[in-house]
């Protein structure tokens, strides 16, 4: 089965820095990528996601990047703000959702 | 679109009882439902893939006969907690394929045994 490995585990950044965050997978018959985030709780949310056959995508200040040889995508989120603090989780499917561990993103003013 | 509406948010039993949790999709059919646990600051963890009509698939340390899992129709499935003990205490999440591309999810039952 797909095994996704997420880095940092807890991630800290001054307001108006970048935050990066890196996922690798296993299973070359993943698809799509997409990025959550949660708040305590509640459901996660879509922030962004990527299919396999890009291999970048921006939102405003959110973007990801895949690289399909290497079995990795990462999160980046730049102009970082106060709301951005949250738990990130990225995810890959092989017709069925696999997690990351997760990243607490701390985001100090 | 694509809403799954999940109840109940928390409950709370006592230890050797059971819990049903459903999950109904309000505006599209799911074919297929997965179940997720969450435990305190961890990752979502697949239990089960449910298919309408036919027996769910259980993830590798997952008990089929305590987590009872039922996807009779193209808009509900449900999972029932037997016996639970207090560590089964736990936030267990459903979620659908929405088209060919992306998942929608409930919103999330808070269990806890006492």
């Known amino acids: 089965g797909e095994n996704v490995e997420q880095h940092p585990s807890t991630l800290s950044v001054q307001e108006g820095d970048s935050a990066v965050i890196k996922c690798t997978y296993s299973?070359?018959?993943?698809?799509?990528f997409p990025w959550y985030k949660q708040e305590l709780g509640k459901r996660p949310q879509l922030i962004i996601d990527?299919?396999?056959?890009?291999g970048e995508k921006k939102d405003q200040r959110i973007a990801v990047t895949l690289n399909k040889t290497a079995k990795h995508f990462s999160l980046h989120i730049t102009e970082t703000q106060p709301e951005d603090s949250a738990v990130y989780f990225c995810?890959?499917?092989?017709?069925?959702?696999?997690f990351g561990a997760g990243t607490t993103v701390t985001v100090r003013a | 679109g694509a809403v799954v509406s999940q109840h109940p948010s928390w409950v709370i039993c006592k230890s050797g009882t059971s819990v049903k949790i459903e999950c109904r999709s309000l505006?599209?059919?799911?074919?297929?439902m997965f179940w997720y646990r969450q435990f305190p600051k961890q990752s979502l963890m697949l239990m089960a893939t449910?298919?309408?009509?036919?027996?769910?698939?259980?993830e590798q340390g997952v008990e089929k006969d305590k987590f009872l899992i039922n996807h009779a129709s193209l808009t509900l499935s449900t999972l029932t907690v037997t016996s639970a003990h207090p560590e089964d205490s736990s936030f267990y999440i459903c979620?659908?394929?929405?088209?060919?591309?992306?998942?929608?999810f409930g919103s999330g039952t808070r269990l806890t045994v006492v």
């Open positions: 449910s298919n309408e009509g036919s027996k769910a698939t259980y």
């Open positions: 990527i299919r396999s056959n890009v």
């Open positions: 979620s659908a394929r929405v088209g060919t591309y992306g998942y929608t």
């Open positions: 299973d070359s018959a993943s698809n799509y």
């Open positions: 505006d599209f059919q799911a074919t297929t």
């Open positions: 995810a890959a499917d092989d017709y069925k959702l696999s």
